[in-house]
């Protein structure tokens, strides 16, 4: 099955800088890669999500690229604000299959920005 | 606009003790997913459901049971409820086109078993 790898389990950036998280997936069958954020205490929600077909995506402050020779997907948040502090999870997925219903996730960053 | 809900936020139950937790959707998904949640470990997938009276072992299923008699609602179910069971579980749903994958949350049910 897949086994997705997140990379950094923590993270801590100053107001205004950059943050990166990066994540691996083993299948070269999955297709589909979503970025999920949890805030404390509230549920995980879709804030961006790539398919295969593309490299790259950007939605005003955050961005996610792929790398589908080395199986590697990363989420970019710029101008870091407060807000943008809570757990990051990356998944993947086959979206041609019967297994397409399924997400894998990796274990989760917790992106802490400090004002 | 989606909503997942969960029959408890927290619940606290001695080992041994049968548990059911429910969660139901109201957008009228074909997919429903019970996950677990521990720190550091993401989340991992107990089991999951593609249409009623279906389930599908997920990567932990061991020690869980499922159940979806309805397709609005899926229950999670430790038979035998153990220490190392306590845990956040996460309900999640999904329309059933395969270009769609997006996963809506419940709120989450801490478990506490003691």
């Known amino acids: 099955g897949e086994n997705v790898e997140q990379h950094p389990s923590t993270l801590s950036v100053q107001e205004g800088d950059s943050a990166v998280i990066k994540c691996t997936y083993s299948d070269s069958a999955s297709n589909y890669f979503p970025w999920y954020k949890q805030e404390l205490g509230k549920r995980p929600q879709l804030i961006i999500d790539i398919r295969s077909n593309v490299g790259e995506k950007k939605d005003q402050r955050i961005a996610v690229t792929l790398n589908k020779t080395a199986k590697h997907f990363s989420l970019h948040i710029t101008e870091t604000q407060p807000e943008d502090s809570a757990v990051y999870f990356c998944a993947a997925s086959q979206t041609s299959t019967g297994s397409a219903r399924q997400l894998t996730f990796g274990s989760g960053t917790q992106l802490t920005v400090l004002p | 606009d989606v909503k997942v809900t969960q029959s408890s936020r927290y619940l606290v139950k001695r080992t041994g003790e049968k548990v059911f937790l429910e969660c139901v959707q109201d957008m009228d998904h074909e997919n429903m997913f019970w996950y677990r949640q521990d720190p550091g470990l993401g989340l991992r997938l107990i089991y999951f459901s593609y249409d009623v009276k279906m389930k599908e072992k997920g990567d932990i299923p061991e020690g869980y049971s499922v159940s979806r008699e309805k397709k609005e609602r899926f229950s999670l179910i430790l038979e035998s409820a153990s220490t190392n069971q306590t845990s956040m579980y996460l309900c999640?749903?999904?329309?059933?086109?395969?270009?769609?994958?997006?996963?809506?949350f419940g709120p989450g049910t801490r478990l506490t078993v003691l």
């Open positions: 999640a749903s999904s329309h059933g086109s395969t270009g769609n994958n997006e996963q809506f």
